[in-house]
């Protein structure tokens, strides 16, 4: 069973393409996150993707039973483009009524990667340290997006660490940065994508030398579709030196530590 830890849900996508996955859609607005919800539903086979009945409390993190679920948050894109309060509200308002059918938050974070969203770190910082606050009160994972930003999440450390997970989401970093927010107490999983395809070398060293329940893959990435999961998998178990049926059973248990137990 493969595991994609972050992808964002797409009308074309069909449930055919996700059968025998776990698989976390990444939603940003109410209208995605419905579209999603409901995609979920027919990938599970279920009427429900909520995360308090007994097919997840009772029996998912010790079966391992196939799951499709859905996060939910503000992407730093969004709010460098327009007022984040809105969308906020809109989160805040979905957690309130239907906590349950909320895997985990985001992906939120930070984003330097342009003049405008420097410009517009002020309303990033804003909105990531709200999510932050209703990850906690919630008890929900927190996926995070964090390009040519590492050093805030270093800072935001001591309240991260209180989380039940966060899930850094196409992790750009060094090695070395992920033992250092390891060691800070966070408890932290790195999911790689399409840079494995595009012979990325951090990515490739990170994987290589982490702890292996750590490790998360995904398709997150305009170069690496849904459908080339498999590719993904395969690059990945040839660069730690294992099999695509072992690291498949690695990335199941951590899907399922990171979002569901």
């Known amino acids: 069973m493969f595991s994609n830890a972050h992808l964002h849900f797409k009308e074309t996508f069909s449930p055919a393409d996700f059968c025998g996955q776990n698989v976390c859609f990444c939603a940003g607005s109410a209208e995605e996150f419905a579209s999603a919800t409901s995609f979920a ?12 009945s007994p097919a997840v409390t009772g029996g998912i993190c010790a079966s391992g039973e196939r799951r499709a679920l859905v996060s939910a948050g503000l992407h730093p894109w969004t709010v460098a483009e327009a007022s984040g309060e809105p969308l906020l509200g809109w989160l805040e308002r979905l957690l309130q009524e239907n906590a349950d059918e909320v895997a985990a938050i985001g ?31 919630y008890e929900k994972p927190l996926v995070v997006h964090c390009r040519r930003s590492i050093q805030y999440f270093f800072e935001y450390a001591p309240r991260l660490k209180k989380l039940r997970s966060v899930i850094f989401h196409a992790y750009p970093g060094t090695l070395a940065e992920c033992e250092s927010l390891l060691n800070r107490g966070i408890n932290a999983y790195f999911s790689f994508g399409g840079s494995f395809l595009r012979g990325g070398k951090h990515a490739a060293e990170c994987v290589k030398k982490l702890p292996a329940d750590r490790l998360l893959l995904e398709t997150d990435d305009e170069e690496c579709a849904p459908a080339l999961l498999k590719e993904v998998f395969g690059a990945t178990a040839d660069i730690c030196g294992t099999t ?15 979002f569901l137990c």
């Open 41 to 52: 539903q027919a990938v599970n086979g279920s009427g429900s993707v909520s995360l308090s």
């Open 107 to 137: 992906e939120c974070g930070i984003d330097l990667y342009t003049p405008e969203l420097k410009a517009a770190l002020p309303a990033q910082l804003n909105a990531f340290e709200k999510q932050i606050d209703l990850a906690t009160r």
């Open 244 to 258: 695509i049926e072992e690291l498949s059973v690695v990335c199941a248990n951590n899907f399922r530590h990171a």
